[in-house]
């Protein structure tokens, strides 16, 4: 059986968490600001995997509006104790400066597709909260401690709590068991019992080059925990060429034969300036248990861009095009931006999608944006909107979006006196102020009635938009542009500071606050290979 090659979950889908019951397995990932909250994918075979649910859908259980780029929904925790799921996760509200305000909750629900819980709050006190099934049926929960006063790190350690499902909050004493190795920003903890052992998984050195999977274990659930003789069970950073790069945080799953794999997230830059368009990614590596009692990587630490699974992949879905209309709503593809009421933003009627103008792309607040995931290095998307703006501030289209500070946005808007034209806006790594580039590229004079169609192609680092009239073949418009800036290492603090990934999509904005309505009749998503693209190494 050929191998598989590496990420399983390509695209936007860091900090995965994996547990299995029975035959089926699952793995959770952070969504961030994007609505609804968690991805959950399902396999049988670790080698195929597809999209269930995303069970934060509803106001009581999510609201991020407000919340920041790259923050939001944090490194989910998900398990299975033998009677149902538990999801455990952080919504972030501030991560920059010398605060957290980072509040941890847990949702449950028996089967998979839920419906799943309101969420009940646990603590406050630092992120990537995890829930541990001890063989007593006690249950125990851990979080990174966050220390603003840096003493003598803000990274502080590892918290231990015991929680109560029946009293629904975390009760007993707490204890700081671990303080990480001296790679430091010790986060992401995941707890196991083998042989008498627990076993404590955590992430450190950030999750940029530097980042890593460090084991450590005690007898004794309160520790005191040693640490793996080689510290870091997984790592990139002493491998700059490896085809998997920023390799760690990671969990741990058995496999019914008694084989033991880890996922782990990754990322695989392209340039030059080593920057990865399609964000922070899932992969999985064997790993074995030796005769000491420690977990090892086969032929690790180094991640593997090819490893063995028990079946191999089949990627003719992955690179088929995708044609999305909308007669049965919105296609589990796309997300939306921080808000649960999606009925301001974006309905699905007749077959169309309609968007809301409502605040300028890039708010934090309520901007309507309807987008998915770049999942390969390269691509052609195309939609048609009809959109009759009033003047400047009116304006919807086709955009290629990170955050705030990067997108590129094609869009159908006005003069001052009406006319409608077509203007391009883009945003270049541009935090902390988020401006548009000036001057922009010359606007293209459109008729006042008709649809237009918008098209986007990225090939590797250059992004190029083209347009049509009904009727007309497409023709390019501006200038050919960065797409690498669409990147965790452009963000708002670079790869240390933004933790998401590329999308492509529709969006529209009405900053004269009459909810000015844009009408897409589709939008197709067709990959491309190129031969810039970085699959091997």
């Known amino acids: ?33 994007w609505y609804p909250g968690v991805q959950i994918h399902h396999s049988t ?3 195929n995997w597809e999209l269930v649910v995303r069970p934060l859908n509803r106001k009581s259980q999510l609201d991020m509006r407000g919340d920041p780029d790259s923050c939001g929904v944090w490194a989910p925790c998900l398990t299975h104790d033998g009677n149902k799921f538990w999801l455990v996760f952080t919504d972030v509200k501030r991560k920059d400066g010398s605060f957290k305000d980072a509040h941890n909750y847990i949702v449950h629900s028996t089967i998979i597709e839920g419906p799943w819980s309101d969420p009940i709050y646990a603590n406050s006190s630092g992120f990537d909260p995890s829930l541990f099934h001890d063989d007593d049926g006690r249950k125990w929960f851990v979080n990174m401690l966050w220390d603003h006063r840096r003493r003598p790190q803000l990274f502080a350690g590892i918290v231990l709590q015991e929680f109560d499902p029946i009293a629904q909050k975390l009760v007993g004493p707490k204890k700081n068991v671990y303080l990480g190795t001296d790679l430091g920003l010790v986060e992401g903890p995941h707890l196991y019992k083998r042989n008498g052992w627990y076993y404590l998984l955590t992430a450190e050195g950030g999750t940029a080059y530097e980042h890593a999977c460090t084991l450590a274990r005690s007898r004794n659930i309160w520790g005191p925990y040693e640490t793996h003789p080689q510290k870091h069970i997984l790592t990139s950073k002493d491998h700059p060429f490896a ?32 920057r990865c368009i399609l964000g922070r990614e899932t992969a999985i590596q064997q790993v074995y248990w030796g005769e000491d009692d420690w977990l090892y990587v086969h032929n690790g630490p180094c991640p593997s861009l090819y490893v063995d699974l028990p079946a191999e992949r089949d990627d003719k879905a992955y ?16 997300q939306w931006l921080r808000t649960p009421e999606t009925d301001r933003i974006f309905s699905c009627q007749e077959g169309k999608l309609s968007l809301y103008g409502r605040e300028s792309i890039g708010s934090w607040f309520e901007q309507a944006l309807v987008a998915r995931r770049q999942v390969h290095f390269s691509y052609f998307a195309e939609t048609v909107v009809d959109f009759s703006p009033e003047d400047e501030r009116q304006f919807a289209g086709l955009t290629a979006y990170y955050s705030r500070y990067n997108f590129f946005y094609l869009t159908v808007t006005a003069t001052s006196d009406g006319q409608r034209e077509l203007l391009i806006m883009s945003s270049e790594a541009s935090w902390p102020n988020g401006q548009l580039e000036s001057p922009m590229s010359e606007a293209v004079t459109l008729p006042n009635e008709g649809k237009v169609k918008l098209a986007v192609s990225i090939r590797g680092q250059t992004l190029q938009f083209s347009y049509a009239l009904e009727g007309d073949e497409f023709k390019e418009v501006g200038p050919a542009f960065d797409a690498s800036v669409l990147s965790d290492e ?48």
Request: with cysteine; charged share 20%.
């Open 1 to 33: 059986m050929p191998p598989v090659r590496n990420p399983i979950l390509p695209g936007f889908n860091p900090d995965p968490s994996i547990c299995r019951v029975g035959e089926d397995y699952y793995i959770a990932t952070s969504t961030f600001e």
């Open 45 to 47: 075979d670790l080698a």
């Open 243 to 274: 085809g998997l790069q920023r390799a760690g945080h990671g969990d741990i799953v058995d496999a019914p034969d008694g084989s033991t794999y880890l996922v782990h997230l990754t990322g695989r830059p392209i340039g030059q300036k080593r």
């Open 319 to 334: 690179w088929a095009e995708k044609r999305y209309t909308f007669e049965n709503g919105l296609h589990k593809d796309f």
């Open 490 to 537: 452009c963000g708002g603090h670079q790869a240390h500071g933004s933790f998401t990934g590329a999308f492509v999509g529709m969006a529209c904005s009405d900053l004269n606050g009459t909810a000015k309505k844009a009408t897409f009749d589709y939008f197709v998503y067709r990959p491309v290979s190129d031969p810039s693209d970085r699959y091997d190494v």
